[in-house]
C-alpha cells in the first residue's frame, strides 16, 4: 500500500464535488448531504443522501461513497483514501469508515446534533478501535452549512 499523501490544495476541489452532489439529492427531496471517496487523488467512489429514495435508512452520503468505491476496487477495505463529505459523520457513518479501513476523513460543516467526530465526541479517537482515522473539520464549512440551512428553511416554509 502507498503511503496517505495529504494535498490540503485539492481538499477544497473535492469538497466543491460534495457540494454539487448534495445538490443532487436536494432536488430529489433528500437532505443534500454529499461524499467523495478519493484515492490516489482519482475519485472512486461518490454519493448523496439517498434514504428516502431507496427506502434505505442506512443510504447516508458516506455510505453510498464508500459502497460505490468498495464495489469499484473489488475490495471491502480501501485503505490509503480520504473521505470528503459535507456534514461531519453520524455513529453509522463513523464505524463504516473505520470498518472500510478510510485513512481521512475531510468533512465541512460540523453536525452538533449527531455528529461524532467532534461535535458529540470523538468517535475516532475511541481506544477500543483498531484504526485510525485523521480527520480535518471545516473545510468549505460555511458553504456546506448554508446548502443545509437553505434546504430546511425551505421544507419549513413548504408547511
Do not use: W
Not at 110 to 116: C, H, L, T, Y
Not at 143 to 148: D, R
Amino acid at each position: 500500500m502507498r503511503p496517505l499523501i495529504i494535498d490540503r490544495s485539492r481538499d477544497q476541489d473535492f469538497m466543491r464535488l460534495a457540494l454539487t452532489l448534495a445538490a443532487q439529492g436536494a432536488e430529489l427531496g433528500e437532505v443534500p448531504v454529499g461524499a467523495v471517496l478519493v484515492q490516489q487523488g482519482e475519485v472512486i467512489g461518490q454519493g448523496f443522501n439517498r434514504p428516502i429514495l431507496d427506502s434505505d435508512p442506512s443510504a447516508h452520503a458516506e455510505m453510498v461513497a464508500i459502497r460505490a468505491a468498495a464495489q469499484s476496487a473489488r475490495n471491502y477495505r480501501l485503505p490509503g483514501s480520504t473521505l470528503y463529505v459535507t456534514l461531519e459523520p453520524c455513529s453509522m457513518c463513523a464505524g463504516l469508515i473505520v470498518h472500510a479501513r478510510v485513512a481521512r476523513v475531510v468533512f465541512g460543516a460540523s453536525e452538533p446534533k449527531a455528529g461524532v467526530v467532534q461535535s458529540q465526541g470523538q468517535f475516532f479517537d475511541q481506544m477500543f478501535l483498531n484504526h485510525r482515522v485523521m480527520v480535518e473539520g471545516g473545510v468549505l464549512g460555511e458553504a456546506c452549512g448554508q446548502v443545509l440551512s437553505a434546504f430546511f428553511k425551505a421544507r419549513r416554509a413548504k408547511g
